[in-house]
């Protein structure tokens, strides 16, 4: 079982909110059950939490036993695409109002979808509307 993971998740962690336990303990369930693994897009949002260095996100990782999965294959992107196309015209005819979505948005769903078993984020209703068919943990 590969359970990917949003950054969303890893930052509530880090920061200590007030969820952390429990999606350590998540974490933690998930880890006996297979996998962990963050796409690439994940990876990189990971450096822009406040105060994050590289070695604390390596030495995060290690601990944790985060793998992160570098290879996207070709269908990875060509989905996200399908579904970023898709988002952006409904945006346009809908005039859709809240924040807008970001194309790495749909490489994380892509990448769950496709290489992982199931998808473990706090932005469950972003990823329900563009990917109905992720498992979602």
Request: hydrophobic fraction near 45%; charge should be neutral; glycine fraction near 6%.
């Amino acid at each position: 079982m590969r359970t990917a993971l949003d950054s969303n998740v890893i930052s509530a962690i880090w920061s200590g909110e007030p969820s952390a336990p429990q999606l350590a303990r998540q974490l933690a369930a998930a880890k006996r059950e297979g996998a962990l693994l963050i796409s690439p897009a994940v990876f990189a949002e990971l450096h822009a939490y406040p105060g994050a260095t590289p070695n604390f996100v390596s030495g995060f990782l290690v601990k944790t036993g985060l793998a992160v999965d570098y290879r996207l294959e070709e269908a990875v992107w060509l989905e996200s695409g399908i579904r970023f196309a898709r988002y952006a015209q409904r945006r346009r005819q809908a005039s859709e109002s809240g924040p807008r979505r970001l194309l790495a948005d749909f490489l994380i769903g892509a990448h769950a979808l496709l290489q992982a078993d199931r998808f473990m984020t706090l932005d469950a209703r972003i990823y329900e509307h563009d990917f109905p068919e992720l498992k979602l943990l």
